[in-house]
């Protein structure tokens, strides 16, 4: 699976100790930054990897910033992005059985990298359930794409 990550100088710190963590796993990633910890607006790493992951040049995303909301909140206005801001496994992997996530938002205030580790484990592990949920997310996406579910 390749991935695109991104994060505001406020999920630097934890951006980078994930991807140290990805390459452990031997996933691919590529990071559209920021590269330092250097003050950045979160709004512009979160476009930047929604649009590419909406265009499917990369199956899923990762972002980081303080809390996960920022980006979370971002990257939710680009059609086709279901954008999870999860903190506990139990919500990684709900939002990928049932609403098909293809981004996980995290903060770096909030959680230590040792369970942002494990819950990124945990979402990438996990599979769209489809079935019942496919409707209720088929809603999600018309009403991105017409306006009306
Ligand atoms: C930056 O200080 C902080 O506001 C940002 O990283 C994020 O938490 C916003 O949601």
Redesign the pocket.
């Known amino acids: 699976m390749m991935l695109a990550i991104g994060s ?4 630097f710190a934890l951006k980078q100790k994930i991807s140290e963590h990805l390459q452990q796993c031997g996933v691919e990633f590529y990071d559209f930054g920021v590269h330092s910890s250097e ?1 950045a607006d ?1 709004p512009d790493l979160a476009f930047a990897v929604a649009e590419a992951v909406a265009r499917g040049e990369y199956e899923r995303g990762l972002l980081f ?7 979370a ?1 971002a990257a939710n206005k680009v059609k086709g992005i279901r954008a999870a801001n999860c903190h506990d496994v139990f919500s990684a992997q709900m939002s990928r059985e049932h609403n098909d996530a293809n981004i996980l938002t995290l ?3 909030v959680v230590g990298p040792g369970l942002a580790a494990m819950i990124v484990d945990v979402w990438l592990a996990a599979e769209f359930s489809a079935g019942r949920h496919e409707r209720r997310v088929g809603k999600i996406n018309a009403y991105a794409r017409e306006g009306k579910a």
């Open positions: 505001d100088h406020g999920g003050s979160y910033c303080g809390t996960g909301v920022g980006v909140i903060g770096e205030r």
